[in-house]
């Protein structure tokens, strides 16, 4: 495979970084054109579809589509019937989480379990709050989820890779492994669920996403490198946001000065998610992060500095306490055979 001209990158990790700098622009560019709410759906989203997975096909469209229907039936049935019964309804929440992170740590369906996992918890999370409009934002979630396809789509044919993709070699774990990890993942995101009810962080939503992107290293091994690269790359994002709200300083009303702006923060971290070799790690971190900041925070009468100084403290603690609680699970569940970590 021949080198680009961009230092490091080959020809299709410069591709890569177009397509998701690319998708993540023109999503957020629609979702303010159009004045559509959760903006942070059409900013994450086709970053989340670009940036984990380099390719696109039917299988990928698949699990990516059937998360949005599947989501939202999950979601107003536990809405619409269990939310006066919060002890039921965390278990159902445990016993969907659970079922995700399964898929995850067996291989196939990762796509389906990652995603699912991620957009239920966010969901569940918003809709919980009593004066929230449950249709806008299932509305919303599956306006963004197929809007992030049809950018994949375009994105993966103006910017096609230039050489066929070795495929990733499937790992073989036992079934004790499985269930650590499927367990692991269930229980932490469970409690970071009912932690984030119990104070009330309706505000909060890097902080969440961050416990929850740190499960998808699948062991708390994993999650505890992917941690501290995730912490960088929030502390990255955030900087890079500040020093974009000083640039802008007056000029914040021209749109197409914070397009270019953020067009060339997302190619920044695109750059490093690609050399990092595409997980969850400090590029990843940084381009979630500017995502959530562009699109939750940035308005008429906002600014960008409170949000970002706000969103890296949360996270940080967040973070933090998510890995205390896999440390204490990872102990808890290697005391038994049934359920034994071989990492």
């Not at 299709?12 to 957020?28: D, P, S």
């Not at 970071?192 to 062991?219: C, E, K, N």
Request: with cysteine; proline share 3%.
């Amino acid at each position: 495979m021949s080198t680009s001209a961009v230092p490091g990158l080959t020809d299709n990790g410069l591709r890569q970084c177009l397509r998701i700098a690319g998708g993540g622009g023109l999503g957020f560019f629609v979702s303010q054109l159009m004045g559509w709410n959760y903006g942070v759906f059409y900013t994450v989203f086709p970053m989340f579809l670009l940036g984990m997975v380099p390719f696109i096909n039917a299988h990928v469209v698949r699990q990516f589509v059937s998360t949005i229907v599947v989501n939202s039936i999950e979601v107003t049935l536990i809405v619409g019937f269990l939310m006066h019964m919060p002890v039921i309804m965390t278990l159902v929440v445990l016993a969907l989480f659970t079922a995700r992170f399964y898929l995850m740590a067996k291989g196939p369906f990762f796509l389906f379990g990652a995603n699912g996992v991620l957009t239920l918890s966010v969901l569940l999370h918003f809709a919980s709050y009593p004066q929230l409009d449950l249709g806008d934002l299932i509305g919303n979630n599956f306006r963004a989820s197929v809007l992030a396809v049809l950018l994949a789509f375009l994105m993966h044919w103006l910017f096609p890779d230039v050489a066929p993709r070795q495929m990733p070699p499937r790992s073989e774990k036992s079934a004790s492994q499985v269930r650590h990890e499927a367990l692991m993942g269930g229980m932490t995101a469970t409690l970071s669920f009912i932690v984030f009810q119990v104070l009330d962080l309706q505000g909060s939503l890097s902080a969440q996403m961050a416990t929850i992107l740190i499960l998808f290293a699948l062991g708390y091994p994993g999650a505890r490198a992917s941690a501290g690269k995730r912490a960088v790359g929030t502390l990255l994002g955030c900087n890079l946001a500040l020093v974009m709200q000083l640039l802008l300083y007056t000029h914040a009303y021209h749109f197409s000065l914070i397009m270019l702006l953020y067009w060339v923060g997302l190619m920044f971290f695109a750059r490093a998610h690609i050399l990092e070799g595409g997980g969850s790690g400090i590029g990843f971190g940084g381009l979630t992060t500017l995502g959530i900041l562009f699109g939750q925070s940035l308005g008429p009468q906002q600014d960008l500095v409170y949000s970002a100084l706000y969103r890296f403290s949360s996270m940080a603690v967040a973070m933090t306490l998510t890995i205390l609680v896999m440390a204490t699970l990872h102990y808890l569940l290697n005391l038994t055979t049934w359920a034994r970590s071989s990492a």
